[in-house]
Every structure is written in C-alpha cells, then in structure tokens.
C-alpha cells in the first residue's frame, strides 16, 4: 500500500501528536507514524509535573508558551486531562543550592515567570510537614501536574478528529530522501511519501538524523517512577529539589507518585524496567522531604524510555543537509510540559517557515564538531 501526503512525522509522544493536531487544523494532510503507542514511552511514562520553573532560559520561552495550552487543554483535545495548577515548589537541602534558587530568580524574571522566594522560617512556616533538612523553597504558583498518559492519546484523538492519520505499531525501517520527497517504508509493508518530514522520534531521533547524516550524542534514559498506596491528603504542590534528584507530587486520591534515579533499559528492543535498590533510594530522598510518608506502601513502580544530549536540552528546528526535514527530539527528561507548544511551534515552521520563538540555541548544529 503506497500513501502520499503533505506531512510525515515519525513520533506519537505528545510533541509529535500535537504537531500533528496544528498541522491538521491548518489544512495539511498528516500522517504520524509511532513504533508502538502513542504516549509509550517518554510522553506517558514520565512523573507529569507541568514546570516551568528551573528550565534552562532558552526552554523558557517555549515553556511559557505551553503553559498557556496547558490551561486551554480541555478546549484543545475537547476533554480534561486532568491538569491542575497547583504550583511547583523547588526546594533547596544546603546554602549552595538555596543559592542557586535565589540565581535563578533573575533568570525567570527577565521571562515573565513569577516566583517566590521561601527561606527557612517561612518554608517551614507554609509547609509544615516538610523535613528538617530543607533549608529553602522557590514556588513558582503558575506551575502544576497532569496525568501523562492521558497526554497523547488525548492529542492523537483530536488530531485524527481534524483528519490526520495516526498509525501506532508503525515501525519505520528505512527512510530515504529523492531530492524532492521522503520515502518511508514500515515493518508491515505500508509505503508513505511526502515533502515534509519531522522527526520526532525520542531517543530513536538520533537514529533518524544520522540517516540523514546528522549524528548526535544522544543517549538513553530510563526514569525510575513509583507509586504509594493512598494516604492522606498533605502535599498540595507539586515538589522538585535543585539537582533534581527527586520528585515527587500527591493525587487527590492520595497516592503519592515518586520520580528518583534511573533505571535500566534496551532501546533496541525495546524494553526498559525500575530497579528496586534505586527506588529504595528514591523512597529514602522522598522521606527526608516529607517525612509523614513513613510506612506508606510502594505499590507499582515503572520506567520508559526518553533521549539525554549532553547539554539537556533538545534538538529542535530545520536539517542542515536535508531540504524538507525538521526536527524536535532529544528533551533529556523534561519534554511533558513543553509538548502542547513543540507542536504548535514545528506546525509553524513547516507551513510558515518561521516561528516567533527564538530556537537557535537547540539548532542540530551544535553537535556538528563533536
């Protein structure tokens, strides 16, 4: 079977189908290819904080552009994906990293992002149940948490609703470039063709860009993620350290979700798992944060697969060797929240040609002398 379009993208996380919903609301005639689900990896394995607080300042126009979905989400994917402003309180555990909070103060200034400062007494004061070792807070009240397995779904759902073609188990085993068109063929046969390619792959991004001789460091990287059994209901924000070490949010429902460490995996396959001494670990760093989670339970506990470059930030904008090819791949583990706004982005470049956000610090090459 042979199809043609105006669009192919390879990727369903939540990027790629929002990059698929904007191009299809505009007239262009879409086909997103996914290896497995959609959202089954990075996009819907991940801890579901919806930050901006603590990006790196190129991220943060991007973030901030997001955000502004996130609040019309239910608008957007025509239900509720369970998004909640709670605010992102960042928390520092020694004078270096209050420090570094009270750096990053100018930082979210200069980009409209409001924060508030919390040092001892005042943390301790608004947050009682937090352990002694917190010395500082930066709570960033825009910010919140969603369900990320309802992100993607939810996106690829509106998008075939506008008329794109969304194709999950749709492995991707050769492309090509003609001189004026892509040419894919999957796994089961299925021959697709088009102007434009955006690849959107994750971690697999890196693969597609070297076929088109654009090579970068990426790496894999295996979230290690748990749950608690339900208890009462305590944290309201949704809480990071400087380092990032650990995270952790609480559902109204009261189970408490824990991000810490990695765990291990094999893209090849692909497979990846948690390891319990790291979530034995991550259980131990939760605690000395709130240390009312004492003998609460773990009940489950997962991992996926995303993409790591060196300098934790993505690849995003046009190919330096291949006409017709963009891409945004590589979020080094913090992609959930910027994903409404990638696709919006990427539906801008491809049918306008530019976009109002600066991306030239994610420019692919950056890599091109390594």
């Known amino acids: ?25 505009r007239g262009a005639r879409v086909v997103l290819l996914e290896r497995g689900a959609v959202g089954g990896q990075a996009s819907g394995v991940n801890y579901g904080g919806v930050r901006q607080q603590g990006r790196h300042p190129a991220e943060l126009p991007i973030a901030r552009r997001s955000h502004e979905l ?18 992102h309180l960042k928390l520092a555990r020694n004078a270096e990293e209050e420090a570094t909070l009270v750096a990053y103060l100018d930082v979210a200034r200069d980009h409209g992002l409001p924060l508030r400062m919390l040092h001892r007494e005042q943390v301790h004061r608004e947050y009682p149940w937090l ?18 397995r309802l992100l993607a779904p939810s996106l690829a759902h509106a998008a075939r609703a506008a ?20 040419q894919l063929t999957t796994r089961a046969g299925l021959r697709l063709s088009a102007p434009v390619m955006v690849n959107m792959a994750g971690f697999w991004g890196g693969r597609v860009a070297a076929q088109f001789g654009e090579p970068v460091p990426i790496s894999a990287h295996s979230p290690n993620m748990f749950v608690t059994e339900p208890i009462p209901y305590f944290i309201r924000p949704n809480l990071g350290v400087v380092g990032g070490n650990v995270y952790l949010r609480q559902i109204p429902r009261g189970n408490i979700i824990v991000g810490a460490g990695h765990g291990e995996c094999d893209p090849a396959i692909p497979w990846s798992r948690p390891l319990p001494e790291v979530t034995l670990r991550g259980m131990q760093l939760a605690l000395a944060l709130a240390p009312a989670l004492a003998g609460a339970q773990v009940i489950r506990s997962w991992s996926g697969i995303d993409g790591d470059l060196p300098d934790k930030i993505p690849v995003i904008g046009p190919s330096r060797t291949t006409p017709g090819l963009w891409h945004a791949f590589g979020f080094s583990g913090h992609g959930f929240q910027l994903g409404p706004s990638i696709g919006a982005i990427m539906a801008e470049l491809v049918l306008d040609g530019r976009t109002d956000v600066p991306l030239e610090a994610f420019s692919i090459t950056r890599f091109s002398a390594s």
Do not use: K, Y
């Open 1 to 25: 079977m042979n199809i043609a379009c105006d669009v192919l993208i390879q990727g369903g996380g939540g990027a790629g189908c929002s990059t698929a919903l904007h191009l299809a609301r």
């Open 70 to 87: 996130w609040r019309r989400m239910p608008e957007l994917v025509g239900h509720d994906i369970e998004f909640v402003q709670t605010g």
């Open 131 to 148: 352990g002694e070792t917190v010395v500082a807070g930066s709570l960033a009240p825009e910010d919140g948490c969603a369900n990320p």
């Open 163 to 182: 008329g794109a073609d969304i194709r999950e188990h749709a492995e991707v085993l050769e492309a090509t470039h003609d001189g004026s068109r892509f």
